[in-house]
């Protein structure tokens, strides 16, 4: 774990202190805890309801280190890499191995000594990887490219093509690549006539190619996806298998034991291969009739699924199996019907870019979707995204909400929320200064693993680790390839990840909880308010008191770390600091805050003790639109 800033240690015992009386306007939340802010009936949505305040929760603050990820998408330099992420304190790696990795003769991963020295480097610095499984349609199984020359003019809507040679070509397996997409055998060839070397396609050309033209063919090993139960799903169910025990091969090769698989990656792109259409998306008109929805017991990509779940199992029992249909259609699957002794699912929420209101109102031309029959004109740039609002009706608090998450597949006792992507991009959110980018890019990670890490998920994974570009989605210095290995911290670390590791130093001490203390919280907003979301005839505006964050963690018996902060709509524009008194309730004898901490500024924050009781006490401080983490223990002896 990276070490303490010192002045940390001893100035937060320093930085209480008592006061006379502060005289200012006072408004109360109250209930701030309020269950009704989760009602709101699918499908409906809402601009005012604030689902992530309808429970509060402590939860361990052990378990908070061990769920901060990031996606290790670093193409050079790989030992320093994995160094700085382990020493910003990321515990878990999320690694895509795609199906696409593995030699046309199914004997071994296509980079196996990278795969190889990454595994190890996780070992050695005590990363536990989430290993992604995954079938992009641009390289979907074993492929062999080739390339051909079009021999005549063929027109968009076509249904043959001439080449100026057919060698290779296997019918049906076959296929014209990256016509539109990036997407291999985009459209097959199904037949060939060997005299005039003209070939029949799935489907319309959906191009014009011209003679002469270069074009990209692939021919598969292995079919998309067909009903289970045929010929063709189970051939290519069983290389599946055969692709994931290669990965499976690899982790045992690392000596390692405790990791995730997380078996597929989003359906809103990439997946033609696996996705609810399979074959059907390459051929037109459709060639087979699925008869099971894809993502239900009995459809394909379900059965896919199972049969990862059963063969990793069988082999390491202690992995954890994530469902990674989930990603961007978090309710299609419920999840008591996945697979047996599925051990979680993943989110990619996002939606952390400018989304405009009204333009971007989730159903615009049914009105009455949305619950109070009145959309705000504003911007919304939340570092959390918007899956914990109810700007949709998809709000990931459906499933996050402790009553929801008791639901859990047969034969799982524990099941697991992942987020296994969520980050920002700076230029979506208007931003284009360098200096401004990192600084959005700090608050999104301070703020997402706050606010996720508190609210239901076990697992978030930042996206990504690298980019060569300042305002990428990159954490780490766009440099990196050129660093000497030796690099130290402090000297090449951006702004987000010496954050990330200030946060993390906050949680010294950390041991695991089994079942934190339920802390309780009376809110009091202090001095003049300022509004989020503008108000109508028949609803009050959302005051910025209205979105305080309150997420309280357990780091050992005796301590406790409280994160507030503003959750602001729009993060790019100023936020002036806003006085809060907070009464913590539910602490054991002896305890007490001890002062507060802003990572992001690496700084002390003055906390004013008000008053102290049996089990509590009510503290004024200072709040702005990042995190600051309020020290409540017992003190130093």
Not at 465 to 491: H, S
């Amino acid at each position: 774990m990276p070490p303490r800033p010192q002045r940390v240690r001893w100035a937060l015992l320093l930085c209480i202190f008592r006061a006379g009386p502060v005289t200012a306007a006072e408004h109360p939340v109250r209930p701030y805890v309020d269950p009704a802010q989760l009602d709101v009936p699918w499908p409906k949505h809402s601009h005012y309801k604030q689902p992530w305040r309808a429970f509060l929760e402590t939860r361990s603050g052990y378990d908070f280190l061990n769920g901060l990820g990031v996606n290790f998408n670093v193409l050079g330099n790989d030992e320093l890499g994995v160094r700085l992420l382990a020493e910003t304190g990321f515990r878990t790696f999320r690694i895509e191995i795609g199906w696409g990795h593995v030699n046309w003769e199914e004997t071994s991963l296509t980079d196996p000594e990278r795969v190889r020295r990454l595994l190890g480097l996780c070992k050695q610095h005590s990363i536990r990887p989430t290993l992604l499984l995954n079938a992009h349609h641009g390289v979907p199984c074993p492929v062999r490219f080739f390339e051909r020359r079009v021999a005549a003019d063929a027109a968009k809507g076509a249904r043959m093509v001439r080449f100026d040679s057919v060698a290779d070509i296997v019918p049906g397996r076959t296929g014209l690549s990256n016509l539109t997409t990036y997407m291999a055998a985009e459209v097959f060839l199904t037949q060939i006539n060997q005299d005039t070397r003209e070939c029949t396609l799935s489907k319309p050309l959906p191009k014009d190619l011209k003679a002469s033209d270069k074009v990209l063919l692939a021919t598969l090993k292995y079919l998309p996806a067909h009903p289970v139960g045929t010929p063709e799903f189970e051939e290519m169910a069983q290389g599946w298998e055969r692709y994931a025990q290669l990965v499976l091969d690899a982790v045992r090769d690392a000596g390692l034991t405790d990791f995730d698989l997380e078996i597929w990656n989003e359906l809103s792109f990439g997946s033609a291969f696996l996705g609810g259409h399979g074959i059907n998306h390459y051929y037109d008109p459709a060639v087979v009739e699925f008869k099971t929805d894809f993502l239900h017991p009995g459809g394909h990509a379900w059965e896919i699924g199972r049969r990862t779940v059963e063969l990793a199992k069988r082999q390491f029992p202690n992995v954890r199996c994530i469902w990674g249909f989930s990603n961007t259609t978090f309710f299609h699957t419920p999840v008591d019907k996945l697979p047996l002794r599925v051990d979680g699912q993943s989110y990619h929420p996002y939606g952390t870019g400018t989304r405009k209101l009204p333009d971007r109102e989730q159903a615009p031309n049914e009105p009455a979707r949305c619950l109070e029959g009145f959309v705000p004109k504003m911007d919304i740039r939340m570092p959390e995204g918007w899956a914990h609002m109810f700007v949709q009706t998809e709000s990931l608090m459906r499933l996050l909400n402790p009553d929801a998450r008791r639901n859990h597949p047969e034969g799982t006792a524990r099941f697991y929320h992942y987020m296994t992507e969520h980050g920002v991009v700076p230029p979506e959110c208007g931003v284009q200064d360098e200096e401004q980018g990192w600084l959005l890019k700090a608050k999104c990670a301070l703020r997402s693993f706050c606010l996720w890490l508190n609210k239901g998920v076990d697992v978030m994974h930042y996206y990504c680790a690298y980019d060569d570009k300042p305002l990428g989605m990159g954490l780490l210095p766009p440099d990196l390839p050129k660093l000497p290995e030796e690099a130290q911290f402090e000297e090449v670390a951006t702004l987000p990840m010496k954050a990330v590791r200030r946060l993390v130093s906050a949680f010294a001490g950390a041991v695991p909880v089994a079942q934190p203390r339920q802390l309780t919280v009376d809110v009091v907003a202090l001095g003049e308010q300022r509004q989020v979301v503008e108000g109508h005839a028949d609803h009050p505006p959302l005051w910025e008191r209205d979105v305080l964050a309150v997420l309280p963690f357990q780091v050992n018996d005796g301590k406790f770390l409280v994160a507030v902060y503003l959750m602001t709509f729009d993060v790019t524009q100023p936020t002036p600091e806003e006085r809060y008194r907070l009464t913590i309730s539910g602490l054991p004898d002896g305890v007490t805050a001890l002062g507060a901490y802003d990572p992001l500024e690496d700084r002390v924050v003055p906390v004013r003790t008000v008053s102290r009781g049996e089990g509590s006490v009510t503290i004024e401080v200072a709040v702005t639109d990042c995190p600051r983490l309020l020290v409540v223990g017992r003190p130093a002896t």
